[in-house]
């Protein structure tokens, strides 16, 4: 005979599923990302494309037996030139000790270079003589270390670009317009971008439209082919150099450049393979925390992305969200604006602010519209909005009371413009701030 269970009666039985789906909501499943890197790298650390630590020996063994190292950089990066300088130094002490060229100077200066290198021009006299600031726009101090290294251990040196002055005749005239003269400072053969390089260029392009797209002369379609014909020059003129020096020294070559014309092998090492068919090249890029895309180089040194604001703030891209507030001077626009270090600013004019790129994108959309820059900015839980004001104009910023962590804090919809308070170089950054 079938014994009745008193305990599993319907009504109970019904309780227990509530219950269970009660626990179960309670308790959500977390979806973890790949294991991407192993661990949490310090600033310079080295990590190999398996997401590992890297020893700098390890690292200096991959140099051996290479004929191009290329070193990417964001221009500015104070993390990625001390990173370099390393490499550089452990090189020149080596017994393959490397000849140096530079996407920052243009092939029309080796003399000065030839001068550098003979001992007739100083340390002290690069940046005027090869009129720097006015050519390349980011601070000689930054590659100081570089051309000290170089001097102290009689390297050879190069430039390895195509002359600015052409280049933007390019991108304005086309390549018709240039004289005999002009011409000779092209590469011999100017090699289109690869396929896959190409929605990244695209997005550089879109970047720089509202820029460009003040000549009124050009359409959408002839600006964008001189822009990839432009980019085209400057990979196939460093990689043609490149190939030059190595036939000419028989030493291996260290090119320092962008991380746009390094990363993937898309630009220059592409164009060294096909001039210099099996050379053997290793590419070094930074790595600024967030997505880690082993593919894009041999090996990465993790360097936050940093920027040194005309209001006188220092902002990370910690790759973990947002921009952190890393320095504030006093009595500067971001001081008056009521940003202390150590706040994050999570947003402005409708833009995530995850890479300084992003920064670029909202000062933009402000500039263009007249509007002042807002920042949606969290400190210790709390969110506020800190006003600098309108770009490009001395004015005073002013901070809101922060607001609770359950307010809403996204900036008005019709904030919108180019953020001149970004850095601005001669040659595009990638979307991806490398």
Request: aromatic share 6%; glycine share 8%.
């Amino acid at each position: 005979m079938r014994m009745r269970n008193p305990g599993l009666t319907a009504p109970h039985l019904a309780l227990l599923l509530i219950l269970s789906m009660a626990l179960t909501g309670c308790s959500p499943r977390v979806a973890h990302p790949p294991l991407a890197v192993t661990f949490l790298p310090a600033s310079g650390e080295f990590v190999s494309v398996d997401g590992d630590r890297l020893s700098f020996d390890e690292v200096m063994a991959l140099t051996r037996d290479t004929n191009y190292i290329l070193l990417g950089e964001n221009h500015p990066n104070v993390c990625d030139h001390t990173v370099q300088q390393r490499v550089l130094a452990a090189m020149a002490e080596s017994d393959t000790p490397p000849v140096v060229g530079f996407e920052m100077v243009a092939a029309d200066k080796q003399p000065v270079l030839d001068d550098f290198a003979a001992g007739i021009v100083e340390v002290d006299d690069l940046e005027a003589e090869l009129e720097w600031s006015e050519r390349w726009g980011y601070p000689f101090a930054l590659f100081r270390g570089h051309f000290e290294i170089i001097r102290r251990h009689s390297l050879p040196v190069a430039g390895l670009n195509a002359p600015s002055a052409v280049t933007r005749k390019i991108a304005r005239q086309g390549l018709d317009g240039l004289t005999p003269d002009e011409v000779a400072w092209l590469p011999a053969v100017i090699v289109p971008p690869a396929d896959d390089q190409m929605p990244l260029l695209d997005a550089v392009f879109e970047l720089h439209q509202g820029r460009d797209s003040r000549d009124p002369e050009l359409d959408e379609a002839t600006r964008r082919e001189r822009f990839l014909l432009v980019q085209s020059i400057w990979d196939s003129a460093m990689a043609e150099a490149a190939v030059a020096l190595r036939r000419k020294y028989d030493w291996p070559v260290l090119v320092v450049a962008g991380g746009g014309h390094v990363e993937h092998g898309w630009g220059i090492a592409r164009r060294i393979r096909q001039f210099d068919p099996g050379a053997r090249i290793l590419l070094l890029m930074p790595w600024r925390g967030g997505e880690f895309e082993a593919d894009a180089a041999d090996a990465f040194f993790f360097c936050p992305d940093t920027y040194e604001s005309r209001m006188d703030m220092t902002l990370v891209a910690t790759g973990r969200g947002g921009l952190l507030v890393e320095r504030v001077g006093r009595g500067s626009r971001a001081e008056t604006a009521g940003l202390r270090p150590g706040d994050l600013l999570i947003e402005a004019a409708g833009v995530r602010l995850d890479r300084l790129m992003d920064l670029h994108a909202a000062g933009f959309k402000v500039h263009k519209a007249d509007q002042p820059l807002v920042f949606t900015v969290q400190r210790a839980g709390r969110s506020f909005k800190a006003d600098v004001g309108r770009l490009g104009q001395p004015g005073q910023g002013r901070a809101s009371k922060p607001e609770t962590d359950h307010e809403t804090d996204a900036p008005p919809a019709d904030e919108s413009g180019q953020e001149p308070d970004a850095a601005s170089g001669t040659q595009p950054e990638t979307p991806r701030g490398r």
